[in-house]
């Protein structure tokens, strides 16, 4: 994928300072920081305007004024703070890539960074293709239900990683069904896909609160819920 070897080319000035099985904690968090402030830019104007308006700061205008679940007031940007090359900003804003896309980017740097560090690949990845034919076997029998206006679905991974099946599967409702009211839950034991997983969820609009870290064996935080779908 060229992001992917776009970003780790970058990961290579990290060389020095730190070891290459290091490189994964310090340029997912950045990528992750960088994809938050992309989807923030349109309307980062009106949020600062508000914050100065606003004396006690309240959460649900800033809320509004972001169009996302999630704000930041600073006055700096990622492109303010950090000499960026030349195209990181168009190959990084959301219209270039989607949240798919970046979903993939985040899973592949996972891996490379997995690789350096001797890790197994396969503990945090699932191809895409293996996860489209899972949802469509999952939904082939409710498409008429599914279709149908007021629908209410929730869906739950626990083994999530960084939200891939998550996401498919809710690309897939939507397509059907652009109105459907979709809740994503998910639960993982690694604490880089789990933030990564969490922030996907955040500028999904999704509850965040509905991705939780731990062991699904031995911590399940969902033990007292009930859901429509699982797959994992």
Not at 15 to 32: A, C, D, I, N, Q
Not at 104 to 129: C, M, Q, W
Not at 169 to 183: C, F, H, T, V, W
Request: proline share 4%; glycine share 6%; with cysteine.
């Amino acid at each position: 994928m060229n992001h992917v070897s776009f970003i780790w080319n970058i990961a290579e000035s990290l060389r020095g300072p730190f070891k290459p099985s290091e490189y994964g904690s310090v340029v997912l968090p950045f990528t992750v920081l960088r994809r938050l402030d992309a989807v923030l830019a349109d309307t980062k104007g009106k949020v600062l305007e508000v914050a100065h308006q606003a004396g006690n700061l309240p959460d649900l205008q800033l809320r509004e004024a972001s169009g996302h679940e999630f704000y930041n007031m600073s006055q700096f940007t990622m492109a303010k703070l950090v000499a960026d090359p030349a195209d990181l900003r168009e190959n990084f804003h959301p219209r270039t890539v989607s949240n798919i896309q970046m979903g993939l980017v985040f899973e592949e740097l996972i891996r490379f960074a997995n690789e350096k560090s001797n890790e197994t690949a396969g503990d945090h990845y699932t191809p895409r293709e293996v996860i489209a034919l899972m949802v469509q076997l999952l939904f082939a029998l409710d498409d008429d239900a599914l279709s149908k206006s007021g629908v209410v679905r929730s869906i739950y991974d626990p083994t999530a990683g960084t939200g891939g099946m998550l996401s498919v599967a809710d690309e897939y409702l939507r397509k059907m069904n652009p109105g459907i009211q979709l809740s994503l839950y998910g639960q993982d034991y690694n604490d880089a896909s789990y933030a990564i997983c969490k922030a996907d969820m955040v500028i999904k609009g999704q509850d965040v609160d509905n991705i939780r870290l731990g062991d699904t064996l031995t911590e399940d935080h969902f033990d007292d819920k009930k859901f429509d779908y699982a797959l994992s």
